[in-house]
């Protein structure tokens, strides 16, 4: 963890990158990952705050009404899970839970709730007045965090992985062209591991939405100078041995 977080630090000096590349691409794989996953935590606690402005929007918006009942029709010819883990699925068909963590049907609305020892379940006959349950919404608010906290850990690492190849291939093509001494693996290495300042500011920028250009711009950046490092050093190496048989 700790030379994670040296890494980190290096990612950001082009200087660092010919020894970086040197790294097994394994190495550079982990890391990828150990930056995602601190982009997710630093997400979830960014959440935070949006999740209190929620739970005080929801008390105003329920304030606004005196009684707010909720009534629905519906055939189903099947359930519908909704979320695996945990398991929540929507079965109009069904009167009691079975393994489910919370359950929907046409009257019901079935739910576990876990204590420190065993579990109790508990069933809302009729929903009635929804302003008795804003904690109830809130709570589930909250439950389905992590879902989409995975959700978008997926989406995101895909979507860098995707961009790390990409520029890879056209920076290999553009240095090749240059005549730099330098094999794919360590540009594709170097997208990776600079990677890093573009992952972080996009979190931190999110909510300042017409900014989100300046991570992928400082991104190229720092890829581009990087990688004039890593060729840099082949080029020193290699005049440096003609200037010795010179002599």
């Known amino acids: 963890m700790n030379q994670h977080f040296k890494t980190l630090f290096k990612s950001f000096s082009p200087k660092s990158y010919p020894e970086l590349t040197a790294r097994p691409l394994k190495d550079a794989f982990r890391y990828f990952f150990f930056v995602m996953l601190l982009a997710i935590i630093l997400l ?10 929620f739970s005080k929007h929801l008390d105003s918006m329920l304030s606004s009404f005196d009684t707010l009942e909720l009534k629905f029709n519906a055939v189903q010819n099947a359930p519908v899970t909704v979320f695996s883990k945990p398991l929540v699925v929507i079965d109009l068909n069904k009167t009691n ?10 009257k019901d609305f079935f739910y576990k ?3 420190a020892f065993g579990k109790d379940e508990k069933s809302l006959k009729t929903i009635g007045n929804i302003k008795n349950y ?12 992590p879902a989409f906290l995975l959700l978008i850990f997926i989406a995101y690492t895909l979507k860098n992985l995707a961009l790390a190849v990409i520029l890879s ?23 990776i591991y600079s990677a890093t300042i573009m992952i972080l500011l996009e979190i931190l920028l999110l909510l300042f939405f017409p900014l989100f250009l300046i991570p992928m711009v400082l991104y190229i ?16 190496v290699k005049d440096d041995s003609n200037s010795k048989s010179k002599r």
Do not use: H
């Open 221 to 236: 950046l720092l890829f581009s100078i990087a990688c004039w490092f890593v060729g840099q050093k082949k080029f020193s």
């Open 134 to 145: 804003d904690n109830l919404l809130l709570y589930a608010f909250i439950f389905m965090i």
């Open 97 to 106: 839970m079975s393994n489910e963590q919370v359950l929907i049907t046409q």
């Open 44 to 53: 979830a606690v960014l959440f935070i705050p949006a999740t209190i402005s």
């Open 169 to 191: 291939l056209i920076g290999f093509i553009i240095f090749k062209i240059l005549s730099y001494e330098i094999r794919f693996g360590q540009v594709f290495k170097t997208a």
């Open 113 to 115: 709730k876990y204590f």
